[in-house]
């Protein structure tokens, strides 16, 4: 779960997915921890076959409608799931998603990475410059400030994956379709974080532009890169709990005694839970909407 440990190990979000869902992880093809390498001979799957992959596994564990949470081309395979299988989807948490073809710049960008993989492996280059896209420079650290512990983990689990498999996963999303008319038909309620030192900021900023803005809300988190979820996963409770809330759920109030909790507002000062205070830019959230059965 490399890109939820951080929310995960956070114990107020914790307390809040775990009490109101059953989580099922998924990876790509060959993602998963202790993964072998994957045949070159085997076909190279497109954002489509991974997209219809999701049902198979909703179909395996028998499950119906489910909330989506998905990081940069998770929530691009998970936005154009729900947009194919509609009834199966109730929400979408996006963070820093992705929902246009790739520009020139990125397009090159992952050449450059995906010559790299084949050539080297997974070798030091290459992880510098995947964790530039994940994280700001912040916790990336410098020649004075060190990394931060979330960069050191996520270089450890960079170096457990197969270097065949990442070039597999990396080739489809930069063969990925521009999805951007299909995002109006999307009428599950939506919730976007982004940080605002994530390169894929202003494509984040265009898919929220596109949404029905009745069932989207956008959080903007500040001096933050892509991994929201990692980065500063405590930026995303209140939010979330709002979210949560048009759906009828709720942390449990024995589990909120946390300061940073918003259901526990007694414990500090009313104005440290102002969303500036934060370091978030919040733009509306629908809490009251009426949800097909």
Not at 197 to 216: V, Y
């Amino acid at each position: 779960m490399s890109c939820f440990q951080g929310l995960f190990f956070c114990p107020e979000a914790a307390s809040l997915l775990l009490h109101n869902f059953c989580i099922y992880h998924i990876s790509p093809p060959g993602h998963e921890l202790g993964a072998a390498a994957i045949c070159h001979d085997d076909p190279l799957p497109s954002v489509e076959d991974l997209a219809d992959q999701i049902v198979e596994v909703l179909n395996y564990f028998g499950l119906g409608a489910v909330m989506c949470m998905g990081v940069t081309a998770g929530a691009y395979i998970l936005t154009l799931f729900a947009m194919k299988y509609r009834e199966r989807v109730v929400g979408l948490i996006l963070v820093s998603p992705l929902c246009k073809a790739p520009s020139w710049t990125e397009w090159i960008y992952n050449k450059v990475m995906s010559n790299l993989l084949y050539f080297y492996g997974m070798c030091g280059l290459l992880k510098e410059c995947l964790l530039q896209r994940y994280f700001s420079k912040e916790v990336r650290g410098n020649v004075e400030v060190p990394e931060s512990e979330i960069v050191q983990a996520c270089r450890k689990l960079l170096d457990e994956r197969k270097g065949t498999n990442v070039l597999r996963f990396l080739q489809a999303i930069n063969q990925r379709p521009d999805i951007t008319e299909g995002l109006k038909r999307l009428k599950c309620r939506t919730l976007i974080f982004v940080g605002d030192s994530s390169p894929f900021h202003s494509e984040a900023l265009h898919m929220t532009s596109k949404l029905d803005r009745r069932f989207s809300a956008l959080v903007e988190v500040q001096a933050c890169g892509s991994m929201v979820t990692e980065e500063q996963p405590h930026a995303m409770l209140i939010p979330m709990e709002y979210f949560f809330m048009g759906y009828g759920l709720y942390r449990p109030c024995l589990l909120s005694d946390s300061p940073r909790s918003p259901l526990s507002p007694s414990c500090i000062s009313p104005e440290l839970l102002s969303p500036e205070s934060m370091g978030l830019k919040l733009k509306p959230i629908k809490t009251r909407v009426l949800l097909e059965v």
